[in-house]
């Protein structure tokens, strides 16, 4: 059984947004799997929703994946409040917050809310680069450098702006200067014109999450301290007891 577990992780783990649809040949070569494993493998997962076929025979992750994604925000009480906490505090700082968590290879949104000032946000379950996105780097500099390296050797640092770290040494310094701050910045290193501060969002010393602001960067270079500061108190807002009407009070620099 964990055998199989296992064997179905590395078959899920293929699809990336770089890679998002395979044939049984090339995911068999890939895997190093016989064909007729990889066949079985996705026949098996296609049946329970997880993989799709496509009109050309090839595969693509099934929609079932988004129902267990969002079964499981709505199960754990956490989304509703994380909404909740995110608007407010966006709504009071006037830019973009945003939650976002490891998946293991990405970032995925957990929540995010729109400032008055610009009006972006990101989709809940939208996947995000890790070494692109504050997110991303808060939450990788919490991991071994090993284990980083091997997701670098997987997707590599694909450059999402001119601005975006691309060279594996300098990244490591990036993630070395977050370590004993707890704060991790980017400037247009995600999306041209914009610049973002996050930090972790611990429970029980573990970390769980990221919480991040979004803003031009001018405003970001004026204001980069009091947007790190309403991201530690929504990290602290989001893992405190329910308190009715005092998420915000809670998260304000």
């Known amino acids: 059984m964990l055998v199989t577990v296992a064997r179905t992780g590395r078959v899920l783990n293929l699809f990336t947004p770089d890679t998002p649809e395979w044939g049984v040949r090339d995911a068999a070569v890939a895997l190093r799997m016989p064909k007729s494993s990889v066949h079985e493998f996705f026949t098996s997962l296609s049946r329970i929703g997880l993989l799709r076929r496509t009109p050309s025979g090839r595969y693509r992750l099934g929609w079932r994946l988004l129902t267990i994604s969002a079964d499981l925000l709505k199960g754990s009480g956490f989304e509703a409040r994380a909404h909740r906490i995110v608007a407010e505090v966006s709504g009071h700082v006037g830019e973009t917050m945003t939650i976002g968590a490891w998946d293991g290879l990405h970032v995925v949104c957990v929540a995010s809310a729109a400032g008055r000032a610009n009006g972006y946000s990101v989709t809940p379950g939208a996947v995000l680069p890790g070494h692109a996105t504050a997110l991303g780097k808060l939450l990788l500099a919490s991991l071994p450098w090993e284990t980083v390296l091997s997701i670098i050797g997987r997707f590599g640092l694909p450059g999402c702006t001119a601005m975006t770290v691309q060279d594996v040494t300098a990244f490591e310094r990036q993630l070395n200067s977050i370590r004993p701050t ?19 969002v611990y429970k029980r010393g573990d970390l769980v999450a990221a919480v991040s602001v979004t803003a031009p960067v001018d405003r970001m270079r004026v204001r980069r301290e009091e947007f790190a500061a309403a991201a530690r108190g929504t990290a602290r807002a989001l893992v405190r007891p329910e308190v009715r009407s005092g998420a915000l009070r809670q998260a304000r620099p």
């Open 182 to 200: 707890g704060i991790a910045y980017e400037y247009e290193e995600y999306t041209a014109g914009l610049a973002c501060v996050a930090t972790g």
